[in-house]
């Protein structure tokens, strides 16, 4: 089975400093790449994704993760983050043509942001 | 396009009681997954339909159970519940399943309290 794992469980930043968050999955064959957010008080969203092709990915609100595929690593960064950026994210990985495990997600990183 | 919705979003039973989820997904959307939500062991997938069928199903006990029909819509049902069984349940839809490399989008969530 495959497993995901986020690095940094909580983060504190100021606003403006540069952002980078780790995620490491242990499959070998063929993945789907994700990475959601969860504000506080709403539902998780889809932040990004990977499923082949340049592997820098950009997704909304300026976030962008880079796939490096010798190093089962999908990182998530932003330049400058920003007090409304303060936030659960979660990276995930789904196997494909696999399936038992569905959409396997890391720990989630809780990210906060001081103004 | 609307989103996916849950319902009810609040739940307090007792224990060996049982309860019924439900799931309505992005219109268009033919795969339905649920996914568990705890502080302890983070997000975990139940299982997924598609197109009326169970394609996967994660390491849960057969206590925890689901449908879906024709419309696409999915139920979500938790029999003779016990305390550990208190989550937050996830449902997520996409066009293609996952083992077909589909991208989830995630509903509000039910709140579930066993008491």
């Known amino acids: 089975a495959q497993s995901v794992s986020q690095h940094n469980h909580h983060v504190i930043l100021s606003e403006a400093a540069s952002l980078e968050l780790g995620c490491n999955y242990s499959y070998g064959g063929t993945v789907n790449l994700f990475w959601y957010v969860q504000y506080p008080g709403q539902h998780l969203q889809l932040l990004l994704k990977?499923?082949?092709?340049?592997?820098l990915v950009k997704g909304i609100k300026g976030f962008e993760a880079e796939f490096i595929k010798s190093k089962f690593s999908f990182n998530l960064r932003k330049p400058s983050v920003q007090w409304s950026d303060t936030a659960e994210y979660f990276c995930?990985?789904?196997?494909?043509?696999?399936?038992?495990?569905?959409?396997?997600f890391g720990k989630g990183t809780h990210l906060i942001i001081q103004p | 396009k609307a989103g996916v919705t849950q319902t009810p979003r609040y739940l307090i039973k007792t224990r060996g009681q049982q309860v019924t989820l439900s799931c309505s997904p992005i219109?268009?959307?033919?795969?339905v997954s649920w996914y568990q939500q705890t502080p302890g062991q983070g997000l975990q997938f139940l299982f997924e339909?598609?197109?009326?069928?169970?394609?996967n199903k994660g390491n849960f006990p057969g206590r925890f159970s689901g449908r879906q029909f024709s419309n696409s819509r999915s139920e979500m049902n938790v029999s003779t519940l016990e305390l550990g069984d208190s989550a937050l349940y996830l449902c997520?839809?996409?066009?293609?399943?996952?083992?077909?490399?589909?991208?989830?989008?995630f509903g509000p969530g039910t709140r579930l309290t066993v008491l």
């Open positions: 339909y598609f197109s009326e069928t169970q394609r």
């Open positions: 219109s268009g959307h033919r795969s």
């Open positions: 990977y499923f082949s092709g340049d592997p």
């Open positions: 997520a839809s996409s066009l293609a399943s996952l083992p077909e490399g589909g991208t989830q989008y």
């Open positions: 995930a990985v789904n196997v494909l043509g696999g399936g038992a495990d569905g959409l396997t």
